[in-house]
């Protein structure tokens, strides 16, 4: 065998597992998160929703001097989506609203 020879057998072989991959439809592990068989028993787990707002020139300082009633600045406009996480993963946007009294954020994006 010639070294041109190798070389021309060996892209052979690769090409042929190139096309193998490219055969196998690529699909998702699980479509639904729902159809898992641990779902009842994941459905209760207990998990904190953090949402990340940006104020304006807020110190320490401001933070213990806190008083009910209180109004800080944002960077950011009322209308813009904040980013909401789940421990290190961000889970979406969403946005501040009022519900029967109470500060309530309302998921308006995943992703």
Known sequence: MT???L???STEVVR???????????TPWMMRIEEHQSWETLAQL????RAGVALQGFRVKDLLAMK???VCETVSPATE???????RVQLGWGEFEVAQQQMSLRLT???
Do not use: S
């Open 46 to 49: 207990k998990v904190t929703i």
């Open 81 to 87: 989506d904040v980013p909401v996480r789940v421990g």
């Open 3 to 5: 070294g041109t020879e």
């Open 109 to 111: 994006r995943l992703g």
């Open 7 to 9: 070389v021309r057998r």
């Open 16 to 26: 042929a597992d190139l096309d193998l991959v490219q055969a196998v439809p690529k």
């Open 68 to 70: 009910e009633g209180q």
